[in-house]
């Protein structure tokens, strides 16, 4: 039987754009990049990021990144 990853489970609930969204942020991309890529504005992509960060428990960007990292999303 194959082991959990443990970050994997905070991760599960997120959408497909959500994951986009993070695979983006650990890019480096800034919001202004990472809108113009999915056509979309930069305060959507702030909304998202938080709506995550919500969702997961981390709200600062690099603990993010980190566990997303971790978890194998991004």
């Known amino acids: 039987m194959a082991k959990r ?9 997120l959408s497909d ?3 986009q969204v993070l695979r983006f942020l650990a890019q480096g ?3 202004g ?3 113009e890529a999915i056509q979309r504005s930069p305060h959507t992509i ?5 709506q995550i960060g919500d969702l ?3 709200h600062k ?3 993010l990144v980190a566990e997303a990292v971790r978890a194998g999303v991004a």
Do not use: L, S, W
Request: net charge positive.
């Open 17 to 19: 754009r959500q994951k």
């Open 29 to 31: 991309m800034t919001d």
């Open 33 to 35: 990049e990472m809108a």
């Open 56 to 58: 997961v428990g981390i």
């Open 5 to 13: 990853n443990p970050y994997t489970e905070k991760f599960v609930a």
């Open 61 to 63: 960007r690099t603990a």
């Open 46 to 50: 702030a909304a998202h990021i938080r």
